[in-house]
């Protein structure tokens, strides 16, 4: 091997240890991983930004579901975000679990779909019968064959893998598709309230049992929200 040769070969390792030690960074310790991970969803919260045109789109399909009297169902395969969705300070009262067993959808009904995978047998089934219905299908879900299926989409940037960062020593850690697909959800049901609040037809929303009388105004805002349907 040339002196060269042993030049250009020596440069490779050490350009290699730097890229490596960029990469793993800090990834002794917790803290440094957890403030990486941070950075990821930041990032990421703003390539969902770049979404809004669709976010507002579908906050507009809520906001006309409700007025005109029809239903709102939240469903996705893991229950993670139906979960977040119903009862949560701050959301929808007006808003139902959908099941596809029980359920049957109407015209003029909205379904949020919510998937952290771009496709699936059974969501893709109920995007089709939803659609059979006349029911409004807004997915929230990665790029792929769900969100080709509904009717709008809120297209979710998570990484290949949903994990976002690398630990010495261990596999990739902290997945981002939960953060993404609640992100999304409640951005979309706040442009619905404004677009509601606009005609001056506000829905009602849960408030948190730490505020006072909290107790007396849900049950009284439930009620009416039953009577009226949001």
Not at 10 to 24: K, R, S
Not at 30 to 49: C, P, T
Not at 193 to 209: C, D, Q, T, V, Y
Request: some cysteine.
């Amino acid at each position: 091997m040339t002196r060269s040769e042993c030049l250009k070969l020596g440069a490779a390792f050490v350009l290699t240890a730097l890229w490596e030690a960029l990469l793993l960074e800090g990834t002794e310790g917790a803290q440094s991983a957890g403030q990486r991970y941070l950075d990821e969803v930041l990032a990421l919260l703003n390539r969902l930004k770049r979404q809004w045109k669709a976010i507002r789109s579908a906050g507009e399909a809520v906001a006309e579901c409700l007025l005109g009297g029809h239903k709102l169902y939240v469903w996705d395969a893991e229950g993670a975000i139906k979960s977040e969705a119903l009862g949560r300070a701050g959301g929808f009262m007006a808003v139902r679990a959908f099941s596809a067993e029980s359920d049957k959808l109407s015209a003029g009904d909205v379904l949020l779909l919510a998937s952290r995978s771009p496709d699936g047998e059974q969501a893709l089934n109920i995007i089709r019968k939803a659609g059979e219905a006349g029911c409004n299908v807004i997915v929230l879900a990665p790029p792929g064959g769900l969100t080709k299926a509904g009717l709008r989409c809120v297209e979710l940037p998570i990484p290949k893998g949903d994990a976002a960062v690398a630990v010495r020593g261990a596999s990739r850690v902290g997945p981002t598709s939960g953060v993404a697909c609640c992100a999304a959800l409640w951005a979309v049901l706040a442009e619905a309230a404004l677009k509601m609040a606009e005609k001056g037809r506000p829905p009602h929303i849960w408030r948190s049992i730490k505020l006072p009388d909290a107790s007396v105004y849900n049950s009284n805002a439930l009620k009416e929200t039953e009577e009226q349907g949001f």
